[in-house]
């Protein structure tokens, strides 16, 4: 009877909890685990390169869990890398309206890359041309009228090398006369044809700095606008031609001319052509007409190239071909 009401006491002495402690006991667990979502969160968000995977509380559930991952745990996974295609670069292609004949021809003077940017729209080549054989033909029937062709050929068998001459000395005098008929109508018949050397010399020329251009800086020039970035590129002769003209017709001496180097636009006038003429054709390379057609076609192969080859690269380019053929010329002349 006695253990009965002991224990009858400890039940009504025990203190049960009240439904206000108990929700209190529950907000308080509640914002413990919040507190502990909200700071994986913010350790989550902090780390671009990962991303943590939860459940509608804030931690990843049972369910969501891989195998040997705690519940609660955040799941990482590494972020997706994306590739971007590589772009491929089109060449620029000129737009508006196109230059005239007339403005290709001054711009060659004035502004060079003009004409050649325009070329890459157009490649005709037909004006030069028709200016070249204009003025090359007018310039050999002056030679043929004022210094004759007999002339011309004495002039030539003068500049030969000592080599030459003695070869031609050795000869019998039947076999050198046939020699000089030779030279006398190549000369003639050669000169007059000039309009179509001119074609065939820019199509070998051409054809030979696209390939230097295409496989040595990889310019991708297609042949036609080479033919006429060549023959455009060519135009500073035209002043040769022009004061060849004028040196024909005002010349008091028809023995001092010398068709090999008919304007005084280089060193070469101040060397006797006839005592050295190695030394004399290795002067006329340095020629201000000639040197200027090499900078303005290194400027016109470096414009077609579409930037793959710069300006200057193009000129030295143009300029060591150049040296390079009149050297070896010299050094023929000489032997």
């Known amino acids: 009877m006695a253990d009965q009401q002991n224990?009858?006491?400890?039940?009504?002495?025990?203190?049960?909890?009240?439904?206000?402690?108990?929700?209190?006991?529950?907000a308080e667990g509640t914002g413990e685990r919040t507190d502990q979502a909200r700071r994986q969160?913010?350790?989550?968000?902090?780390?671009?390169?990962?991303?943590?995977?939860?459940?509608?509380?804030?931690?990843?559930?049972?369910?969501?869990?891989?195998?040997?991952?705690?519940?609660?745990?955040?799941?990482?996974?590494?972020?997706?890398?994306?590739?971007?295609?590589r772009r491929t670069i089109r060449p620029v292609e000129p737009t508006g309206p196109g230059l005239s004949e007339p403005q290709r021809i001054i711009n060659v003077y004035t502004a060079p890359s003009k004409t050649f940017m325009d070329i890459r729209r157009n490649a005709s080549w037909w004006a030069p041309w028709i200016l070249f054989s204009i003025f090359s033909l007018i310039y050999v029937a002056s030679v043929d009228k004022k210094i004759t062709w007999d002339r011309v050929v004495d002039g030539?068998?003068?500049?030969?090398?000592?080599?030459?001459?003695?070869?031609?000395?050795?000869a019998p005098p039947a076999a050198q006369a046939q020699q000089r008929k030779i030279m006398l109508a190549s000369f003639k018949y050669i000169s007059y044809a000039f309009?179509?050397?001119?074609?065939?010399?820019?199509?070998?020329m051409g054809a030979i700095l696209m390939a230097v251009f295409n496989f040595g800086f990889g310019a991708e020039i297609p042949f036609k606008q080479a033919f006429a970035a060549m023959m455009y590129g060519s135009l500073p002769r035209l002043v040769t031609s022009?004061?060849?003209?004028?040196?024909?017709f005002f010349i008091q001496n028809p023995d001092n001319f010398n068709i090999e180097n008919p304007v005084p636009t280089n060193p070469a006038v101040l060397v006797d052509s006839?005592?050295?003429?190695?030394?004399?054709?290795?002067?006329?390379?340095?020629?201000?007409?000639?040197?200027?057609?090499?900078?303005?076609?290194?400027?016109?192969?470096?414009?077609?190239?579409n930037s793959k080859v710069k300006r200057n690269t193009g000129i030295v380019t143009i300029l060591a071909?150049?040296?390079?053929?009149?050297?070896?010329?010299?050094?023929?002349?000489?032997?």
Not at 242 to 248: G, K, Q, R, T
Request: glycine share 8%.
């Open 274 to 305: 006839v005592a050295h003429p190695g030394l004399y054709r290795f002067l006329v390379s340095f020629d201000i007409v000639s040197i200027w057609t090499c900078v303005v076609l290194g400027i016109g192969f470096a414009t077609l190239s």
């Open 156 to 170: 030539a068998l003068a500049n030969m090398s000592d080599a030459q001459k003695a070869r031609m000395e050795q």
């Open 242 to 248: 022009i004061l060849a003209i004028v040196i024909v």
């Open 41 to 85: 969160d913010q350790v989550s968000q902090t780390d671009p390169a990962t991303r943590a995977v939860s459940g509608p509380t804030g931690t990843t559930t049972a369910q969501d869990s891989p195998a040997g991952t705690p519940t609660g745990t955040p799941i990482v996974r590494p972020r997706k890398r994306t590739i971007t295609p």
């Open 7 to 26: 224990r009858g006491g400890k039940k009504k002495g025990t203190r049960q909890p009240d439904q206000t402690e108990q929700k209190q006991g529950t």
């Open 195 to 204: 309009p179509v050397v001119i074609l065939l010399a820019t199509l070998v």
């Open 321 to 335: 071909l150049y040296f390079l053929w009149n050297f070896a010329a010299a050094g023929i002349k000489s032997l």
